[in-house]
């Protein structure tokens, strides 16, 4: 059973039928796609230019105009019709789709920014220069951008990233599997994760920062060719002949695995200051300092230590 409704005015959809698939395709304008319990809503708060058309066909809600021919386009061919689009009738759209955790997503759009939140399926966004925000993402993510930036807080599933000059920025991160590349943004990555890390990122001219847990289990091979480095753990090894500079070593068992390339960025390797969270939990009251028991006292020493 399929059904089809034609937005050209601000409009609130309901659909009672189950969802398990979204795919949203605009131009410029905003997409925000937030999972929450209860049937998926559709709200449409701007529209200039042709309507969008929606369709609800064996669980697949599709938000799309009628004359888009994107139907599995590759993010790398965003940059020309992006171009191609600008000078067509001005289409933007601003769209709000609540949908059931578990549904999968898949985004595309030339300009529009996008946030996702709370998804636990797979999901895919595909930009040209829309701005990307991923929020609480427990499945896979395969997010792409020619020149757009990306930011994922808190994502737990394997992230993939792709970008030409669009910047990567992770924070809080507890996904196991990183994998980014690069032509020229920067990548940032603050991974919190206690699982074993498997991190690969490779970049021409961007900078690439790493602030990972200590301790951590990975075997750590970094380099640049004329980039400055930087590396705050004593257990691993800076080497290099001539421009090119190499981080070299094992952290902890090393049974996971960080490595990282860049042509001419610099590299930093950071290390993650250890929380009062992370204080064991069977630690008894006797263990405890005069300062633990009074933590309205001030203790510099501590800071210092850091």
């Known amino acids: 059973m399929s059904e089809q409704w034609t937005v050209s005015t601000p409009e609130k959809l309901t659909f009672e039928a189950g969802v398990?698939?979204?795919?949203?395709r605009t131009i410029t304008g905003a997409v925000n796609v937030v999972a929450a319990e209860g049937p998926a809503r559709l709200e449409v708060t701007e529209i200039?230019?042709?309507p969008l058309l929606v369709t609800l066909a064996n669980g697949e809600l599709t938000v799309s105009y009628d004359d888009l021919p994107w139907k599995d386009f590759s993010w790398k061919d965003l940059g020309p019709l992006l171009g191609r689009w600008r000078t067509a009738a001005k289409r933007r759209a601003v769209v709000s789709v609540t949908v059931p955790a578990g549904t999968a997503v898949e985004?595309?759009?030339?300009?529009?920014d996008t946030v996702i939140s709370g998804i636990t399926a797979p999901v895919t966004v595909h930009s040209a220069s829309g701005s990307t925000t991923l929020v609480r993402l427990s499945g896979p993510v395969d997010a792409n951008t020619v020149s757009g930036s990306i930011q994922a807080q808190s994502v737990s599933g394997d992230l993939k990233v792709n970008t030409i000059s669009g910047d990567l920025t992770v924070f809080d991160g507890t996904?196991?599997?990183?994998?980014?590349?690069?032509?020229?943004?920067?990548?940032?990555?603050?991974?919190?994760?206690?699982n074993e890390t498997d991190v690969q990122i490779a970049n021409v001219s961007g900078d690439v920062a790493v602030r990972i847990p200590a301790p951590t289990d990975a075997e750590v091979q970094a380099n640049t060719t004329s980039g400055d480095v930087s590396n705050a753990f004593d257990e691993l090894?800076?080497?290099?002949?001539?421009?090119?500079?190499?981080?070299?070593?094992?952290?902890?068992?090393?049974?996971?695995?960080?490595?990282?390339?860049?042509?001419?960025?610099?590299?930093?390797?950071?290390?993650?200051?250890t929380s009062e969270d992370d204080v064991p939990a069977d630690a008894t009251a006797?263990?405890?300092?005069?300062?633990?028991?009074?933590?309205?006292?001030?203790?510099?020493?501590?800071?210092?230590?850091?």
């Open 237 to 273: 090894r800076v080497g290099g002949t001539w421009g090119a500079k190499q981080i070299n070593g094992t952290l902890g068992a090393g049974t996971g695995k960080l490595k990282i390339t860049t042509v001419s960025g610099s590299l930093s390797l950071l290390r993650r200051p």
């Open 20 to 24: 398990s698939r979204l795919k949203v």
């Open 48 to 50: 200039d230019g042709p």
């Open 175 to 194: 996904s196991g599997r990183v994998k980014a590349h690069s032509v020229s943004g920067a990548i940032t990555l603050d991974l919190v994760h206690d």
């Open 286 to 306: 006797q263990d405890k300092t005069p300062a633990d028991a009074a933590p309205q006292a001030l203790d510099f020493s501590k800071e210092d230590e850091a």
């Open 107 to 112: 985004l595309g759009s030339a300009s529009s």
